[in-house]
């Protein structure tokens, strides 16, 4: 699915000096490279504040951490996603309202938001799916009108773009008030073991949200709020550093590969590829997902298994079927978009290494199990 090692090759004596650098000065947690890369990630997405942290998890998590929310506040989010968004709300003892998501772009439904709306919602936690930017505009003009955060999960979309009506464009995971990110290895920008950031525009929240980060102390041994241990480490940064002056160019090295999937499977009757929108970049492709409607996508994908081509479903299980965050309230017919995507969908192999060769191999290896 993902070819982290050719990556690497490309870039290995920019990745090598970058660790080289934390090894010499021995500055392993905390060290100038962690600020350095927070610096320069703050200009990238042009946000006033990135605060490092240990994965995307507790990136959620601490965002969350950082927002007076209560116990039995709501949090509006989206029934299709990973788990961790769920998760982390119920272990902060908020209550998840899980919504519909929408057929085209996968992400939140904004009918759904409206009409999960009640008097304890406190919150909506969007997530930029697969790459694609959830509708933003939408989203914050309903969180005003009803006096609600909005937490950006942002663990799959780093460095997409979110289109406003008036044209402006700004980074998915700076519009809401806080978002979160995930620099796991085969996220959009990886690093080489776990790693993660928040992000905000708000300078109290991001205050806050660094004491929360460091065991709740602003003053050292004063412990002013109940907080955790959450770091990035030094050598994380650094390979991050290293590879954040490359992630425009792996975001369209990802959007070339799709465009070429999406060519090959143009107008086919049993698949629907994901459109590519030619100007704003609001699609950075973290997977590449078809949905395929003649009910064949389990054989499809042991037709591709049985070529040696990795595929995955991205997800099997609605997160309101799932164990852990089953509730009465929710029925059936709430989520028919769900119901239908997690039979539907089935992500091809997406990297920024994929070439011609590859591609054409995959695309005639799904066309010829049609045939
Ligand atoms: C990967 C991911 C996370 C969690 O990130 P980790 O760094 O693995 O903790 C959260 N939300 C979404 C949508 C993700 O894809």
Do not use: W
């Not at 980060?213 to 290293?242: E, F, K």
């Not at 395929?292 to 479903?313: F, V, W, Y």
Request: net charge negative; glycine share 4%; aromatic share 8%.
């Amino acid at each position: 699915m993902v070819d982290l090692k050719s990556q690497y090759e490309k870039i290995k004596a920019t990745v090598d000096a970058s660790i080289q650098e934390v090894l010499d000065t021995t500055t392993y947690i905390n060290g100038p490279k962690v600020h350095e890369f927070q610096k320069n990630l703050e200009q990238y997405l042009d946000v006033k504040h990135v605060i490092p942290c240990a994965n995307g998890t507790d990136a959620l998590q601490i965002a969350m951490m950082g927002l007076d929310l209560k116990p039995g506040d709501e949090v509006i989010t989206a029934d299709f996603t990973f788990a961790a968004t769920v998760e982390v709300i119920a272990l902060l003892q908020l209550t998840p309202v899980l919504v519909d998501v929408d057929l085209v772009n996968m992400n939140i439904s904004i009918d759904a938001i409206k009409k999960a709306i009640t008097p304890k919602t406190k919150a909506i936690v969007p997530v930029h799916l697969f790459g694609r930017a959830a509708n933003m505009e939408a989203i914050m003009r309903i969180a005003n009108e009803h006096n609600l955060y909005v937490i950006e999960d942002n663990a799959q979309a780093i460095g997409a773009n979110c289109k406003f009506s008036d044209g402006t464009k700004k980074k998915a995971g700076t519009i809401g008030h806080v978002a979160s990110t995930s620099f796991f290895p085969s996220k959009n920008l990886g690093c080489y073991g776990d790693g993660g950031a928040i992000f905000t525009n708000d300078d109290a929240l991001a205050h806050k949200i660094r004491g929360i980060v460091n065991h709740g102390m602003y003053v050292r041994y004063h412990h002013d709020v109940v907080g955790v241990n959450s770091r990035l480490d030094s050598i994380q940064a650094a390979v991050l550093d290293a590879k954040l002056p490359f992630l425009d160019q792996y975001s369209q090295a990802r959007q070339d590969a799709a465009r070429k999937y999406s060519k090959a499977f143009e107008s086919h009757a049993n698949i629907v590829a994901p459109t590519i929108c030619d100007i704003c970049d609001c699609h950075v492709f973290h997977q590449y997902t078809l949905r395929i409607t003649n009910g064949k996508r389990d054989q499809l994908m042991e037709h591709l298994q049985s070529k040696g081509i990795p595929c995955a479903i991205y997800y099997p299980i609605p997160l309101h079927s799932q164990k852990a965050y089953i509730d009465s309230r929710y029925k059936e017919e709430d989520f028919p978009v769900t119901n239908q995507l997690v039979k539907e969908v089935i992500s091809l192999p997406m990297h920024t290494e994929l070439d011609d060769e590859q591609i054409e191999f995959i695309t005639n290896s799904v066309l010829e199990f049609f045939k």
